[in-house]
T-cell receptor, first 114, second 112 residues
Framework: GESVGLHLPTLSVQEGDNSIINCAYS??????FIWYKQESGKGPQFIID?????DKRQGQRVTVLLNKTVKHLSLQIAATQPGDSAVYFC?????????????FGKGTHLIIQP | DAGITQSPRYKITETGRQVTLMCHQT?????MFWYRQDLGHGLRLIYY???????DKGEVPDGYVVSRSKTENFPLTLESATRSQTSVYFC???????????FGEGSWLTVV
């Protein structure tokens, strides 16, 4: 099957700056996307999701943007904090049923510089 | 949070031994999943279950067995462990729509 990919394996930002993590997907049938955060030694943690009938969704300090035309997903984190240091995964689900679970990207390691 | 608990968290075993990783969820979620996470491969689905007594293979099922006699439990068994099964194993669950998956804290397995 088609897989979700990430543009950059590592992203380093200054504390307090905004960060943008990008993700490209190739399956045009994908209708649901999720961003996960994984801290060292822990399981992936749900951050925010978006359905394909939306192009933007906001949470607390996070915004997900979906551009279906170019099959691109991004996660914006505002005013990054040391606790934001983690690996971030995007994931896609094809066709709503969810029976096969999600397809995950490899992850981007976000490093927050003091 | 304690919605999904995995045990053991850390295990070292020898090649050829049988190992069972336990997973318990308290949300009454319909779906449960087992993933393995390896450097260079990301998260890969081993098996999943849509409900009690229903299981299906994922991307990498060889060498693994699962069962789901109760909705809340989804054990993963390595019948004869191999070194290639050294990995971090994540159990996960999802509600009725199966879309949003919530993960446990992981089980680190080393096969020597």
């Amino acid at each position: 099957g088609e897989s979700v990919g990430l543009h950059l394996p590592t992203l380093s930002v200054q504390e307090g700056d905004n960060s943008i993590i990008n993700c490209a997907y190739s399956n045009s049938a994908s209708d649901y996307f999720i961003w996960y955060k994984q801290e060292s030694g822990k399981g992936p943690q749900f951050i925010i999701d978006i359905r394909s009938n939306m192009d933007k969704r906001q949470g607390q300090r996070v915004t997900v943007l979906l551009n279906k035309t170019v099959k691109h997903l991004s996660l914006q984190i505002a005013a990054t904090q040391p606790g934001d240091s983690a690996v971030y995964f995007c994931a896609e689900n094809i066709g709503g049923g969810g029976a096969d679970g999600l397809t995950f990207g490899k992850g981007t390691h976000l490093i927050i510089q003091p | 949070d304690a919605g999904i608990t995995q045990s053991p968290r850390y295990k070292i075993t020898e090649t050829g031994r049988q190992v069972t990783l336990m997973c318990h969820q308290t949300w009454s979620h319909s779906y449960m999943f087992w993933y393995r996470q390896d450097l260079g491969h990301g998260l890969r689905l081993i098996y999943y279950s849509a409900a009690a007594d229903i299981t299906d293979k994922g991307e990498v099922p060889d060498g693994y067995v699962v069962s789901r006699s109760k909705t809340e439990n989804f054990p993963l068994t390595l019948e004869s462990a191999t070194r290639s099964q050294t990995s971090v194993y994540f159990c996960a669950s999802a509600g009725q729509d199966g879309n949003t998956i919530y993960f446990g804290e992981g089980s680190w397995l080393t096969v020597v």
